[in-house]
């Protein structure tokens, strides 16, 4: 080093800037290319779960007030009505679990969805007993002994 021109020097030291310069824009390029990846994912399953998920969620919640305004009414026009409004929740709620069956990839997503179509059909089997208990008026008394017999 000490028999070294200063033009050798500066040379070298020019090199080595430029070998660590294109060095960490390597690293950045492929950083980017990892991040672009997680925004596509994101973007185009992630984003659209969510949405679908809510939406599902929104629709069960819709279906338990309406199941309670059901049991309080003694109007058949109202709980025929009523009784349309919980067909529809239910059928753009089978929608959004074929749509999600779509998009989720994850072996964990998979299995949590699949539990809930399992529930889910549980669900509609006692909605659908306290709803022919509601249409014939019983009392509670008889709506418990009726419902989970």
Same mark, same amino acid.
């Given at each position: 080093?000490k028999?070294?021109?200063?033009? #050798?020097?500066?040379?070298?030291? /020019? +090199?080595?800037v430029l070998?660590?310069?294109?060095?960490?824009?390597? /690293?950045?390029?492929v $950083?980017? %290319?990892? #991040?672009?990846? !997680?925004?596509? !994912?994101?973007?185009?399953?992630?984003?659209p779960?969510?949405?679908l %998920?809510? *939406?599902?969620?929104?629709?069960?919640?819709d279906? %338990?007030q +309406?199941?309670?305004?059901h049991?309080?009414?003694?109007?058949?026009?109202?709980?025929a009505?009523?009784?349309?409004?919980? +067909? @529809?929740?239910?059928?753009d709620?089978?929608k959004i679990?074929?749509?999600?069956?779509?998009?989720? @990839?994850d072996?964990?997503g998979?299995?949590l969805?699949?539990? #809930?179509? @399992?529930?889910? +059909?549980?669900?509609n $089997? %006692?909605?659908?007993a306290?709803?022919?208990i509601? $249409?014939?008026?019983? @009392?509670?008394?008889?709506?418990d002994? *009726?419902?989970?017999?």
């Amino acid at each position: 080093m000490k028999n070294m021109t200063i033009g #050798i020097r500066v040379t070298l030291g /020019f +090199a080595s800037v430029l070998l660590i310069a294109l060095a960490l824009g390597a /690293f950045a390029y492929v $950083r980017l %290319v990892a #991040i672009s990846s !997680h925004s596509d !994912h994101i973007a185009k399953q992630s984003l659209p779960a969510i949405e679908l %998920v809510y *939406q599902a969620e929104k629709n069960a919640k819709d279906q %338990v007030q +309406a199941i309670y305004k059901h049991i309080g009414s003694s109007d058949k026009d109202d709980m025929a009505r009523l009784e349309v409004s919980l +067909a @529809t929740a239910s059928a753009d709620n089978a929608k959004i679990y074929d749509e999600l069956d779509k998009l989720i @990839t994850d072996p964990n997503g998979r299995a949590l969805l699949d539990k #809930i179509k @399992t529930v889910r +059909a549980e669900n509609n $089997r %006692v909605r659908d007993a306290v709803l022919d208990i509601s $249409r014939q008026g019983r @009392t509670n008394a008889q709506a418990d002994a *009726q419902a989970y017999t």
